[in-house]
C-alpha cells in the first residue's frame, strides 16, 4: 500500500518536472511568435484605449494631448452622425453579406462537387475573385458602375448607383458577396467532401427526396464549416475597406462608410487621434464579442480538434 | 429497384439537374464578366476604351505607356521582397510555435492558446493607428521591414502546423530521439520534410493576403521606392482623376493581378486545395 | 606573400576611394507632391527636378507623387508626426492654417536677403497670394495654381440653337441653357445633361460651393483670419440652393457626380457644360473629339471664382543646407518666366508670374488657343480657396453637408446650419 502510494508520488514529481522541463522549452518555442503578438495584437489594445481618453487632435498639436476621460465616447454615442452611419453600415453589410455569401457559396459548392463537364471554368470563375486585390477589385467595379457609359450603363443608363444615398451601400455589398463567396465556397466543397456517402444511399432508402437530404444530412454535417465561415465573413465585413478609399471616399453623405475607414479619416486625414483610437476601441469590442460568442457558446471543437 | 420507377426517377432529377446547370454557369458567366472587361479593356486601343461595343486587335500600346509613368519595376520588387520575407519569417515562427502546441505540455497553454486566437479575431486592419504608432516609435516608418514586421506570427499557420504535427505519428519522434537527435535535428530532419505540403498551404494564402495588403502598407509607406503594388496601383488609378484613361487604369490592374491569378490558373487545384486545408476542421 | 596580397588591397581601396574624394556631397532632398488633374503633371515635375540636378549637381529634388491633395496632407502630416518632417513639400495652399498652427512652417521673408529676392516674392499674382499669405508673412510660394471655369461643347449650343461664342452670362442664363442643352431619349431618360458641377467628397465638393457665392459680390465663406465660416448664411445657402436647383431642373444629374469622371463626361460628350478646374485644360484640349470653348463662370451679382492649387512649403525642423538647397529649388521652379511660361501650356495651370504671360512661346500659345487665357483672366474676380484652421476636419464636415444636400437627405439650409454648428464646434479651439 505505502509502495505504491510512493510509487505514484514519484511519478507525479517525474511528470512535474517533465512538465517544468518542457514549459520552458515550449516558450522558447513560443517566444519568436509570443513577441510578435504582444508587440502587434496585445499591446496595441490596451494602447488604443489609453489613447482614446485624451483630445488629441490639431488644436492640440502645440500642447500636447489633454485628458478627457470618457469624453471621446460619449460624443461618438451622442453626436456623432458619421460614427452612428458607419456602426450601422457595418451591421447591414454584416447582416446582409455573410448570409447571401454563405448560401451562394452552398449552392456553388453543391455545383461544382456534381457538375461532370467544365468543372474546372466554374470552379476558377467562382474562385478568381478572391486572388483580386481589393483595390483592383475597386478599379474594375468603379468602371462597372459608371453611369452612361460604364458597363452597367449600357443595361440601365439612368442608374448612378455610387452618387445616392439609397443605392450605393447595396451597390458595394454587390462587390463584396462577388469578391468572397468562392472563398466561401471552397471550405464548403471540403466541408462536402467530409460527408459520407453511405447516410445518402440510406436517406434514399428511406425514401427522402433531394431536399429532405439536404436538410437532415448535408446541412447539418456542414454545421462546422458554417460555423468558421462566419467568422471569417463577419471579419471581412468588418475590415474590408480598401475599395471606399477608390469608390467613394465614404460618400455620399456617408452612406458608404464604414468604422475601420472611419478610423482611417479620423487618424490619418484629420489627425484626430483621439477619436480614431475610441472607434478602434468600439471596433475592437464588436469583433472580440461576435467571435467569442461563436467560438465558445456553438461548439469548441471547431478550433480545439 | 423496379424498371418501372427508375426512369421518372433519373428524369425529375436531370431536369433539377439541368435548371441548376442553367443558373451556374450563368452566375459563372456574371461573375467572370468583370475579369473579361479589365482584360478588354488593358488591351484595346485607348480610344474604344469606353465603347463596349469596339472591336479592335488588342495592343501593348496602353502597357508600354504605363510602363513609364510609373516605377512599376520598382513595386513588383518591393512586392516580391515582402511576400517572401514575411513568408520566410512565418515559416520559422509557426513550426516552432505549432511544435509546442502539439507535442508540449506546459503551464498556462490554453491562455496562450486564447491570445493566439486573438489575432485571428482581431484582423491586423483594425488595429492600424496604434500600429503605426508603434512603428513610427520604432523609427521603422517607411521601411519594408516595418511593412513587414506585424506579420511576422501567424496564428493561423501556427494553427495549421499544430493540427499537421498532430496527424504525424510521434513514434518517429521517439526513434529519432532514441538515435540520439537533438531537437533543431530533429524538426529538420523528421518534421519539415513531413510539413512541406501545409506549408505550402499556408504559403499561398499568406502569399497572396501580403500581395494583396494594402492600407497597412499605404500607412507606412511614404516613398516611391519602398511602395509595393497596390499602394502605386491606387495612387496611379488617382493620377487619373480625368477618368479618361481607362485603359491606362485597366493596364494598371492587370499588372497588379495578373501573377496571382496566371499562378491560380496554372495550379488551380493546389490553390483551391490550400484554401481549404486553411479551414481548421 | 600575405603582405603582398594586402599590400595590392590597400592599393585597390585607394584607387577606389579617389572619385569619391573628388565628388562634392549631394543634397539629396524627397519632395512629396500632389496631382489631382490629368495631363501628366507627374512626368514634368520629374523631368524639371532633373534639369534642376543638372545645373546643380550638389542638389536632388526626389519627386514623390503622393496621389491627391488630400493624400498628400495625410502623408506629410504623418511623416511630421513620426519626426521625418521633409525639408519642402508642394500641398494645397489651403493647407496653410493647418500647418502654421503646427508651427513647423518656415516664412520667406526671413530668407530674401537682396533686391533681387525681393523682386522675386513680390512677383507673383495677387490672387495666389491670397492663400499663401499670413499676418503679412509669406508661407507658400504660388506653384500649380487655378481657378475654376466653364469648359462648354460648342458643337452642342449650334445643336441647340445657341451662340457658341455667347457662353451663359449669369445664372439665368446657365440654368436655361441648361436645361436646352439637356436631351432624353424616347423613353424619357437622359442621355445628355445639359451641366455637371461636381459634388463629391472624393473631389472638391467645397471649392464648387464657392463658385456660387463668390459671384454674388464676391462672399466668401470663411473670414480672412482662417477662424470663422459662414455656412448658414443666407448666400451660402442661396448658391447651394441654385446648384442643388440645376439637378431638380433635371439638367444635371441627379446625386453627386464625381470630380474624377466629370472630364471624361464631358469628353463622352454626356454632358454639355462642366465646372473644372484649369488644370484640366491641355488634357481636354489633347482628347475633345469636339469643338469646345471656355469661359469665365456666370455671374449672379458679379464675377468669381476661388483660386486653388499647389504651394511650395518650407518646413522648419531640418539641417540648415536642406532648407537653403530646397530654397534654391524653389526659386530655381518659379523665379524664370519662361520656366512657369511652358508649365502653364504644358498643364493648364495659370502661370503664377504676369511676366510669364509676356514671354514670346505664351504669347504664341494664346494667339492659337485664346482659352489658355480663360483663368489668368478670371484671376481679377477671384478669391480665397475655402481655408481655416483643422482644415481636414472642417472641409470633412463641410464636402459632407454639400453631399447631404446632393442627395436629397437634407434641406441646403438645413445641411448648412448643422455644418455650421460642427464647424464652429471644432474652430472654438483657435478662437
Given amino acids: 500500500m505505502t509502495s505504491t502510494q510512493s510509487n505514484a508520488t514519484r511519478i507525479n514529481q517525474a511528470n512535474r518536472l517533465k512538465k517544468r522541463k518542457s514549459t520552458w522549452l515550449a516558450y522558447g518555442m513560443l517566444l519568436p511568435s509570443m513577441i510578435i503578438l504582444v508587440v502587434f495584437t496585445l499591446y496595441p489594445i490596451g494602447e488604443s484605449i489609453y489613447m482614446s481618453l485624451f483630445k488629441n487632435n490639431m488644436s492640440t498639436f502645440v500642447t500636447g494631448p489633454v485628458w478627457v476621460g470618457l469624453q471621446n465616447y460619449v460624443t461618438l454615442f451622442t453626436r456623432d452622425a458619421v460614427f452612428k452611419k458607419a456602426f450601422y453600415n457595418n451591421l447591414i453589410i454584416a447582416a446582409v453579406t455573410i448570409p447571401v455569401s454563405i448560401a451562394l457559396a452552398v449552392a456553388m459548392a453543391l455545383f461544382a462537387n456534381k457538375v461532370r463537364r467544365g468543372k474546372g471554368i466554374v470552379r476558377v470563375s467562382y474562385f478568381y475573385p478572391t486572388l483580386l486585390p481589393m483595390v483592383a477589385v475597386a478599379n474594375i467595379w468603379l468602371f462597372v458602375y459608371t453611369p452612361m457609359y460604364g458597363l452597367l450603363g449600357y443595361l440601365a443608363p439612368t442608374w448612378r448607383l455610387l452618387e445616392n444615398v439609397d443605392t450605393v451601400l447595396w451597390a458595394l455589398i454587390v462587390m463584396l458577396v462577388w469578391k468572397q463567396a468562392g472563398y466561401v465556397m471552397i471550405f464548403y466543397i471540403s466541408g462536402l467532401q467530409g460527408i459520407d456517402q453511405e447516410m445518402y444511399e440510406a436517406a434514399k432508402i428511406d425514401g427522402a427526396n433531394a431536399v429532405q437530404a439536404f436538410r437532415r444530412i448535408t446541412w447539418p454535417m456542414l454545421r462546422p464549416t458554417t460555423i468558421y465561415v462566419t467568422i471569417i465573413t463577419m471579419t471581412n465585413a468588418y475590415k474590408l475597406v480598401d475599395h471606399l478609399y477608390i469608390m467613394t471616399k465614404g460618400g455620399p453623405d456617408n452612406a458608404s462608410n464604414m468604422l475601420l475607414f472611419y478610423v482611417y479619416q479620423k487618424a490619418f486625414d484629420q489627425s484626430n487621434t483621439g477619436v480614431a483610437s475610441a472607434i478602434t476601441v468600439v471596433l475592437i469590442v464588436i469583433l472580440l464579442l461576435a467571435t467569442m460568442v461563436q467560438f465558445f457558446t456553438q461548439d469548441k471543437r471547431t478550433f480545439y480538434a | 429497384m423496379t424498371t418501372k420507377t427508375a426512369p421518372r426517377f433519373r428524369w425529375k432529377l436531370s431536369l433539377g439537374m439541368t435548371l441548376s446547370y442553367i443558373a451556374m454557369f450563368l452566375i459563372a458567366a456574371v461573375f467572370l464578366i468583370p475579369l473579361i472587361w479589365m482584360v478588354r479593356t488593358a488591351f484595346i486601343p485607348n480610344q474604344h476604351a469606353t465603347n463596349l461595343l469596339a472591336i479592335a486587335w488588342p495592343t501593348l500600346d496602353n502597357f508600354t505607356r504605363i510602363w513609364q509613368a510609373a516605377p512599376w519595376g520598382t513595386y513588383y520588387t518591393n512586392t516580391f521582397i515582402i511576400v517572401f520575407g514575411v513568408l520566410a519569417m512565418q515559416f520559422i515562427t509557426i513550426i516552432l510555435a505549432g511544435y509546442a502546441f502539439a507535442r508540449l505540455d506546459f503551464h498556462f497553454k490554453n491562455t496562450l492558446f486564447i491570445l493566439f486566437l486573438m489575432q485571428i479575431m482581431i484582423a491586423a486592419d483594425v488595429l492600424i493607428l496604434p500600429n503605426y504608432k508603434t512603428i513610427s516609435a520604432m523609427g521603422l516608418s517607411n521601411t519594408l521591414f516595418g511593412a513587414m514586421l506585424p506579420f511576422f506570427a501567424s496564428a493561423m499557420g501556427t494553427f495549421l502546423m499544430r493540427q499537421t504535427i498532430k496527424t504525424i505519428p510521434y513514434e518517429l519522434e521517439e526513434a529519432a530521439k532514441i538515435d540520439g537527435c537533438n531537437l533543431p535535428r530533429m524538426l529538420l530532419q523528421i518534421y519539415v520534410p513531413l510539413l512541406v505540403p501545409a506549408l505550402i498551404a499556408h504559403g499561398m494564402i499568406a502569399a497572396s493576403y501580403q500581395w494583396n495588403n494594402f492600407l497597412w502598407p499605404l500607412i507606412v509607406i511614404n516613398s516611391v521606392a519602398n511602395r509595393p503594388l497596390t499602394v502605386g496601383l491606387a495612387i496611379f488609378a488617382m493620377s487619373y482623376e480625368t477618368g479618361a484613361q481607362w485603359s491606362d487604369v485597366s493596364a494598371a490592374t492587370f499588372l497588379v493581378a495578373a501573377p496571382l491569378l496566371v499562378l491560380f490558373f496554372l495550379f488551380q487545384k493546389r490553390f483551391v486545395q490550400s484554401f481549404a486545408h486553411s479551414g481548421i476542421k | 606573400m600575405r603582405k603582398l596580397v594586402s599590400l595590392l588591397l590597400a592599393c585597390l581601396l585607394l584607387v577606389g576611394l579617389v572619385p569619391f574624394a573628388h565628388a562634392q556631397e549631394v543634397i539629396e532632398l524627397d519632395m512629396y507632391f500632389p496631382v489631382s488633374v490629368g495631363g501628366g503633371p507627374d512626368a514634368l515635375i520629374t523631368a524639371l527636378c532633373d534639369e534642376f540636378h543638372q545645373e546643380y549637381p550638389n542638389i536632388k529634388v526626389n519627386p514623390v507623387y503622393a496621389g491627391s491633395y488630400a493624400d498628400t496632407r495625410t502623408k506629410v502630416l504623418a511623416a511630421i508626426q513620426a ?349
Fill in chain 3, 83 to 431: 519626426g521625418n518632417t521633409p525639408a519642402i513639400a508642394l500641398m494645397f495652399s489651403i493647407d496653410l492654417y493647418q500647418l502654421y498652427s503646427m508651427g513647423v512652417l518656415y516664412d520667406y521673408d526671413s530668407f530674401v536677403t537682396d533686391e533681387a529676392g525681393q523682386k522675386w516674392l513680390n512677383g507673383f499674382y495677387d490672387g495666389f497670394m491670397q492663400n499663401s499669405q499670413l499676418d503679412g508673412k509669406t508661407y507658400g510660394i504660388p506653384w500649380q495654381r487655378s481657378t475654376i471655369i466653364m469648359y462648354y461643347n460648342k458643337d452642342m449650343f449650334r445643336e441647340a440653337g445657341l451662340d457658341p461664342d455667347m457662353p451663359p452670362a449669369n445664372w439665368a442664363e446657365l440654368k436655361e441653357y441648361a436645361q436646352k442643352l439637356t436631351v432624353k431619349d424616347a423613353a424619357g431618360n437622359t442621355t445628355r445633361y445639359g451641366i455637371q458641377v461636381p459634388s463629391d467628397k472624393a473631389g472638391y465638393a467645397y471649392w464648387m460651393l464657392q463658385t456660387f457665392t463668390l459671384t454674388q459680390d464676391g462672399f466668401n465663406i470663411m473670414s480672412d483670419d482662417g477662424k470663422e465660416v459662414y455656412f448658414d448664411d443666407a448666400r451660402t445657402i442661396k448658391g447651394l440652393e441654385f446648384w442643388k436647383s440645376l439637378s431638380d431642373d433635371g439638367s444635371q444629374a441627379p446625386g453627386t457626380p464625381k470630380w474624377s469622371t466629370t472630364v471624361s463626361d464631358f469628353l463622352e460628350q454626356k454632358v454639355a457644360i462642366m465646372y473644372h478646374t484649369t488644370g484640366n485644360l491641355t488634357n481636354v484640349r489633347k482628347n475633345a473629339t469636339f469643338d469646345f470653348g471656355t469661359s469665365r463662370l456666370p455671374a449672379d451679382t458679379s464675377f468669381g471664382s476661388p483660386t486653388g492649387g499647389g504651394n511650395f512649403y518650407l518646413f522648419k525642423g531640418v539641417p540648415e543646407e536642406e532648407t537653403k538647397a530646397a530654397y534654391t529649388f524653389i526659386q530655381w521652379m518659379t523665379n524664370n518666366p519662361e520656366r512657369v511660361a511652358q508649365w502653364s501650356i504644358d498643364t493648364g495651370y495659370v502661370a503664377t508670374r504676369p511676366e510669364a504671360y509676356d514671354t514670346q512661346r505664351m504669347k504664341d500659345y494664346a494667339a492659337e488657343f485664346p482659352s489658355a487665357l480663360t483663368a489668368r483672366d478670371q484671376l481679377e474676380f477671384a478669391h480665397a480657396e475655402f481655408s481655416v484652421y483643422d482644415q481636414g476636419a472642417v472641409q470633412d464636415i463641410l464636402d459632407t453637408a454639400i453631399e447631404a444636400a446632393m442627395t436629397g437627405t437634407k434641406t441646403p439650409e438645413n445641411a448648412m446650419k448643422d455644418a455650421q454648428s460642427a464647424a464652429d464646434g471644432i474652430l472654438a479651439d483657435y478662437r
